[in-house]
């Protein structure tokens, strides 16, 4: 399988590069060739399948370079690390409606779910490509990413990792996360803006020749560990197959019954995925798009034109605190007929003058499968605490906005009797001051009392490694300015 660009040009990589590349040299973002196919065949034969196996089956499609039984271990590798058998259970909570769970992994968010994977996908394929130079990875996260792509690559082999976040942007959870990082090859550093002043200086750095040229002097060559990165995306799709699959096998569904999935959303890549996995052949129907208050998606699907000219919010859901949402990009790449042209075009629009418009055809394309909704902050609470009150379950807030979008889509369609996959994306724990609130009304100012409360009116289990948080200490404090990332950046691979 080859990758190409969303920017068009002739550029025409192996699922290896890709990966080890990142991004394209056009600035474009790499896109398998076309959708390889999973039969109903095959997917009767993955209905008794471990998770690692479905992963390994899907994620070779793509990755037809790497070799099968190399993969396969990887996985298994990567999934062990989960607490508990199944790396992504799916819990009914109500007739139709399930959750599927993707916060088990070491971090306690679903980043995870492809960040536990990613080394091996990148160290594998800096062999396959005969590349010599050790690998500088940078990424901007919006307080999730940072911490999972950390952990995944810390103490790794011939990688540095630097992880820049917004410096205000981020939960204190986030933020201790990060902060108190082990690993000798890692470094974190806060960056004065928002998310999207940071992943836009991150970008810059990417695509600047000069900042290449430099590193390369240095024998370094820069990757990427954000969902920009192909390898990120693909260990995505498997986990709509494995619910899909679980539903199947729970006798909840039958085979070739499509299914609708709920998607927390910031930059893309977890909705995408799912849009992948349709193109794939699995039968899904509609991929709903939930927001926060940052609903920049939501007036893109119902106005067909994107604009980020607006006023950015804060919120209690501060991974989808994002106005540019970077995997878009591969979604208008497909809509508007794989026409490179166009969205390179569209790209630099959104660039330079923050907005782009469809046409009318491909704004139809897109409500064939999408559809946004959203949550303001009240909602949230309320449907966290709702859904507590009505079930006991307790789930954070981005899963909340999610929820939100979901109960909205059936109180508008009664008579709808398609089963809801409702993407939980991180641990209630992660937030435990905002689900405290939630669920009892409490404020708290700490967020370890936090956790010590939730548990008493959960009695949800702790995850060990954020209590643990509590007596580590912090190892990195910098503060930069967004135009001076690359100055540290310098600054890191120098220092001995
Ligand atoms: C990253 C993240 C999201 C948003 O996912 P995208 O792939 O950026 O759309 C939602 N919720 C949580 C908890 C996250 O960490």
């Known amino acids: 399988m080859y990758f190409v660009s969303t920017r068009g040009g002739k550029e025409r990589v192996t699922g290896a590069a890709a990966v080890v590349q990142g991004l394209a040299k056009n600035g474009g973002l790499f896109v398998p060739e076309s959708f390889p196919c999973v039969s109903a065949a095959e997917l009767e034969d993955m209905l008794s399948m471990s998770y690692p196996e479905r992963a390994a089956l899907v994620l070779h499609k793509f990755f037809d370079d790497y070799d099968k039984s190399g993969l396969l271990a990887a996985c298994e590798a990567a999934y062990s690390r989960f607490e508990g058998s199944d790396p992504a259970p799916l819990v009914k909570i109500d007739d139709g409606v399930y959750i599927l769970e993707l916060f088990h992994g070491p971090t306690c968010a679903f980043k995870d779910m492809a960040l536990t994977l990613l080394p091996y996908l990148l160290r594998k394929g800096c062999d396959i490509s005969g590349i010599k130079e050790d690998i500088l990875i940078l990424v901007a996260t919006s307080g999730d990413t940072g911490k999972a792509a950390l952990e995944g690559f810390r103490d790794a082999e011939g990688v540095k990792i630097m992880v820049f976040y917004p410096n205000d942007g981020v939960s204190k959870m986030q933020k201790l996360q990060m902060c108190t990082q082990d690993g000798s090859n890692v470094n974190v550093v806060a960056v004065k803006g928002n998310f999207d002043d940071c992943q836009t200086a991150v970008k810059n750095i990417f695509s600047s020749p000069v900042c290449n040229e430099e590193l390369k002097k240095r024998g370094y060559l820069l990757s990427s560990a954000n969902s920009i990165n192909f390898g990120r995306l693909a260990p995505q799709i498997v986990y709509y197959f494995s619910a899909y699959l679980d539903l199947v096998s729970s006798g909840q569904i039958e085979a070739g019954t499509p299914i ?21 052949g699995l039968p899904v129907r509609r991929l709903h798009c939930a927001s926060n208050m940052n609903n920049v998606l939501f007036d893109f699907f119902q106005k067909g034109e994107y604009d980020a000219r607006r006023e950015f919010y804060k919120t209690t859901s501060p991974s989808m605190d994002i106005l540019i949402s970077s995997n878009l990009e591969r979604l208008i ?24 418009k469809l046409t009318p055809e491909e704004k139809a394309t897109i ?4 559809d946004g909704g959203w949550a303001n902050e009240d909602e949230v609470v309320e449907t966290v605490y709702d859904v507590f009150c009505d079930t ?15 109960v909205d889509w059936f109180e508008k369609n ?16 992660k937030f435990p001051q905002d689900v405290l609130y939630a669920v009892t009304g409490n404020d708290v100012r700490d967020s370890f009392k936090g956790i010590k409360r939730l548990h008493a009116a959960t009695a949800m289990k702790v995850p060990a490694s954020l209590a643990a948080l509590k007596d580590k200490p912090v190892r990195f404090t910098g503060v930069s300015a967004a135009d001076k990332l690359f100055d540290e950046v310098l600054s890191f691979i120098s220092a001995k």
């Open 367 to 370: 409500a064939e499968t999408f």
């Open 260 to 280: 609708d999935f709920c998607v927390p959303t910031g930059n893309f890549g977890n909705i995408l995925a799912g849009y992948y996995a349709k193109r794939m």
């Open 333 to 356: 790449f497909e809509v508007s007929g794989r026409n490179g042209e166009l969205t390179s075009r569209r790209m630099a629009e959104l660039r330079e003058k923050k907005n782009y």
């Open 392 to 406: 006991g379950y307790t789930m954070d807030t981005h899963t909340g906005c999610a929820m939100k979008v979901a």
């Open 414 to 429: 009664k008579k709808d009797t398609t089963n809801m996959v409702v993407v939980s994306t991180a641990n209630p724990y």
